[in-house]
């Protein structure tokens, strides 16, 4: 069966390629297939805007999808900024504006306790979704350390690696992230069901 990556971002495409490359013969990005759509995440919820994503492109190529959304939860913050990680300090999607603005907000906060969490939907054509989740924990540092990652990354000090994001290695990151933790438990999933597994 073939499965569509929702997304064009080179890191993801590749992790999911290498983690579900057992259950799928032929995996794609929207690039490879020439589908161009931007989907409104209009979720109350980061599974919602996934299952949005997902279900948008598997209207268009007819094949199985898979989707996610991620973003960064500040407990002081009340989870903000949440769903509106990518932008938070407006439209543009504009991380160092991101990042000021986090920092602004969190002048005042003892509390730095955050983390990333990662929502994926697998949806196949007949309808069947699975879902998986994950996190990684961590704090919101007074200043930025490092220049490595993206978005948040200089910012999140990983209780895991106990370094930022920023600071980290690309095989670090991956071991511990939300998005590498959501896809392994996907592929735990797949491995339960034994869905669509090809030899």
């Known amino acids: 069966m073939k499965l569509v990556i929702a997304s064009n971002n080179g890191n993801k495409v590749r992790e999911i390629k290498e983690i ?8 794609y990005s ?23 994503k997902a279900k948008a492109v598997s209207d268009i190529t007819k094949a199985c999808v898979i989707a996610d959304d991620s973003g960064l939860c500040v407990n002081a913050l009340d989870g903000a900024p949440g769903l ?4 938070y300090a407006g ?9 000021k603005l986090l920092l602004k ?28 989740e994950g996190r ?8 930025e350390e490092g220049t490595r990652g993206f978005g948040y990354d200089a910012l999140f000090f990983s209780k895991d690696l106990q370094k930022s994001f920023g600071l980290a290695t690309s095989e670090e990151k991956n ?5 590498g933790r959501a896809l392994r438990e996907l592929e735990r999933k797949l491995i339960a069901t034994n869905y669509n597994r090809h030899s």
């Open 20 to 27: 579900l490359g057992g259950f799928f013969k032929e995996i």
């Open 30 to 52: 929207l690039k490879e297939l020439n589908v161009d759509i931007e989907v409104e995440e209009t979720g109350k919820t980061f599974r919602e805007n996934a299952y949005l």
């Open 84 to 87: 509106y990680s990518a932008r």
């Open 91 to 99: 439209e543009e999607q504009n991380d160092a504006a991101n990042k």
């Open 105 to 132: 907000n969190m002048a005042d906060k003892t509390d730095r306790s955050a983390y990333f969490v990662t929502a994926i939907v697998l949806l196949y054509p007949d309808g069947k979704e699975i879902y998986a």
């Open 136 to 143: 990684t924990e961590g704090s919101i540092l007074y200043a």
């Open 175 to 179: 071991a511990v992230s939300h998005r």
